[in-house]
């Protein structure tokens, strides 16, 4: 079979050149509309000393060696977010940057070692103001292009459409008929987030689900969503999934209204997951608790962990209440071009 010629082979990149420049449109429309709102786009830089502490994220790691010869470890960041929030520790109340990001072991349609996220915080704002900035932003790309309906793979989608909120524990009960919130306790008089894997692992068999003995809860709740929920957003207009369950939001605040759920949500275009919202947790103590727990997991699954960000955890004890969001540029402009992948709208892919 013949080997794809190279990105910047003429053919191909004539053949891409149109997205590309619907991406830079589509950019400047996005930063056109955080300034008319007083946005102020900051640049992070992307060498940090933790690249963020999800169990499931994966960093390139590099080092840095000072003039006299010394080593320390260093990382490229899988977000802006640590950088983003401490500028609002700092004074910034309202800030958005298109990021440089890496996340190593992805690659595929929907996934890039190197990509660009779209970061964005309001202080003093709620989680339903950066909502309707997703969507704002999903219709702006479209009419930039002139797309009036998105499509991947079979799926469409009116960006224009008011998006459809639907928590997470009504997703599971519609297509999963699992009653997620019952294998959900409260949590312990340190906030940990305390969940029932066994009730879950039995629904989940119960409705039909693959299982394993090795299976954690969070384990089972990401195969029900992938597998039964996923599949279903998305179509015909947006979704807006909120209220994950607080195990499965590490940097989110509690729902004032139910502890077991968090105040983080995800916007879906086309079974795409497109964006990451949360109201921002500034409690550093229960910040610290959740990464060591994240860590331990990641050292359990992947026999590594990244360190904690000690300067992040100071910058939270003055950080103001604030939402803040990450969407996929990418993905985005993908969506609003018709491209078959996030590489057709990047300008210089990673070699494979």
């Known amino acids: 079979m013949t080997a794809a010629s190279p990105w910047w082979t003429p053919h191909v990149h004539a053949d891409r050149r149109p997205l590309l420049l619907a991406r830079n449109r589509i950019a400047a429309g996005v930063r056109a509309r955080f300034s008319a709102e007083d946005f102020v786009e900051v640049d992070p ?83 339903t103001a950066v909502m309707q900035d997703c969507a704002d932003l999903l219709a702006l790309a479209c009419e930039t292009t002139g797309v009036r309906h998105v499509a991947f ?38 906030g940990a987030a305390e969940t029932d894997r066994d009730a879950l692992v039995a ?48 940097l989110a605040r509690r729902a004032a209204h139910d502890p077991r759920v968090s105040e983080r949500f995800e916007l ?19 910040q610290r608790r959740r990464f060591e727990a994240e860590m331990v997991e990641k050292t359990r699954v992947y026999g590594e962990a990244y360190p904690v960000d000690e300067d992040f955890l100071d910058a939270l004890t003055i950080m103001p209440e604030a939402s803040g969001c990450a969407l996929g540029f990418d993905r985005l402009v993908m969506l609003a071009t018709g491209a078959p992948s996030v590489e057709t709208v990047i300008w210089t892919p990673v070699a494979r």
Not at 180 to 186: D, E
Not at 269 to 285: H, I, K
Request: aromatic content about 10%.
């Open 203 to 250: 629904a989940a068999t119960a409705a039909g689900i693959r299982t394993a003995a090795d299976d954690t809860w969070s384990d089972v709740f990401s195969r029900v969503l992938v597998e039964r929920i996923e599949p279903h957003l998305g179509l015909g207009r947006p979704t807006v999934l909120t209220e994950y369950p607080a195990a499965e939001a590490a």
């Open 268 to 286: 879906y275009v086309c079974r795409v997951e497109l964006a990451n919202g949360f109201g921002e947790l500034t409690d550093a103590a229960e």
């Open 153 to 190: 793979r079979g799926a469409e989608a009116d960006p224009f459409a008011p998006p459809e909120r639907l928590t997470v524990a009504e997703a599971f009960a519609c297509y999963a008929g699992i009653d997620l919130l019952a294998t959900v306790a409260g949590g312990d008089d340190d």
């Open 45 to 127: 830089a992307a060498l940090q000393v933790s690249p963020g502490n999800e169990a499931h994220l994966h960093a390139f790691a590099t080092e840095a060696i000072g003039p006299d010869a010394t080593r320390r470890p260093l990382y490229l960041h899988t977000s802006p977010e640590f950088a983003c929030k401490k500028l609002l520790a700092a004074g910034e109340p309202r800030l958005f940057a298109f990021g440089h990001v890496f996340r190593n072991r992805e690659r595929g349609a929907l996934h890039h070692p190197e990509f660009t996220m779209l970061e964005w915080y309001r202080a003093g704002a709620p989680w």
